[in-house]
């Protein structure tokens, strides 16, 4: 079990990989903020159907709410309410905004994103290949660093184009 944050249910909804990350993770708990982001407000997104139906997701709410004044407000509400989530439930939290992923850090909260998600998944014969998935994610607008983050993603994974030898003409 995870608690996740609504980014990456969205973007895996978004280009039809919600059943993959379900795969890979096993059950996920969403606190009542990421709730509403994903089902309420976000109600004709792709991917809400699912999570209404509570397809491989739990909603939790929180335990204690006064403890969300100890998290900075630059952060959403939902992130905030999944890093005290993964805080109380201890399990790990699944996000990939920068500041929320450090502040869960902070609190000593194992934190995961998507493209451990691919990792997993390729790791466990699920996919061949995590580069397709990551362009789609990619081509949706969802906006990963591409030197600190997507190139060492793919040497790491082994799909980086080799680098050619130059021609001995």
Same mark, same amino acid.
């Given at each position: 079990?995870?608690? %996740?944050?609504?980014?990456?249910?969205?973007?895996?909804?978004?280009?039809?990989?919600?059943?993959?990350?379900?795969?890979?993770?096993?059950?996920?708990?969403?606190?009542? %903020?990421?709730?509403?982001?994903?089902?309420?407000?976000?109600?004709?997104?792709?991917?809400? %159907?699912?999570?209404?139906?509570?397809?491989?997701?739990?909603?939790?709410?929180?335990?204690?709410?006064?403890?969300?004044?100890?998290? +900075?407000?630059?952060?959403?509400?939902?992130?905030?309410?999944?890093?005290?989530?993964?805080?109380?439930?201890?399990? $790990?939290? *699944?996000?990939?905004?920068?500041?929320?992923?450090?502040?869960?850090?902070?609190?000593?909260?194992?934190?995961?994103?998507?493209?451990?998600?691919?990792?997993?998944?390729?790791?466990?014969?699920?996919?061949?290949?995590?580069?397709?998935?990551?362009?789609? *994610?990619?081509?949706?607008?969802?906006?990963?660093? $591409?030197?600190?983050?997507?190139? +060492?993603?793919?040497?790491?994974?082994?799909?980086?184009?080799?680098?050619?030898?130059?021609?001995?003409?």
């Amino acid at each position: 079990m995870i608690v %996740a944050d609504a980014g990456p249910i969205i973007a895996f909804a978004r280009i039809g990989s919600l059943a993959l990350l379900q795969q890979v993770v096993g059950e996920f708990v969403v606190p009542d %903020a990421v709730y509403e982001e994903l089902v309420v407000k976000g109600g004709d997104r792709a991917g809400a %159907a699912e999570i209404r139906r509570g397809e491989g997701m739990q909603r939790q709410p929180l335990c204690n709410r006064q403890r969300l004044a100890q998290l +900075p407000r630059s952060l959403a509400q939902g992130e905030r309410e999944a890093i005290l989530l993964a805080e109380e439930t201890r399990t $790990p939290l *699944l996000v990939d905004e920068r500041k929320a992923r450090d502040t869960a850090a902070q609190r000593g909260i194992e934190v995961i994103g998507s493209l451990w998600v691919l990792k997993e998944a390729k790791q466990r014969g699920m996919i061949l290949a995590v580069r397709p998935i990551l362009e789609e *994610l990619l081509a949706i607008g969802y906006w990963l660093h $591409p030197e600190h983050v997507i190139s +060492p993603f793919l040497q790491e994974m082994g799909e980086l184009p080799p680098i050619s030898e130059p021609s001995q003409e």
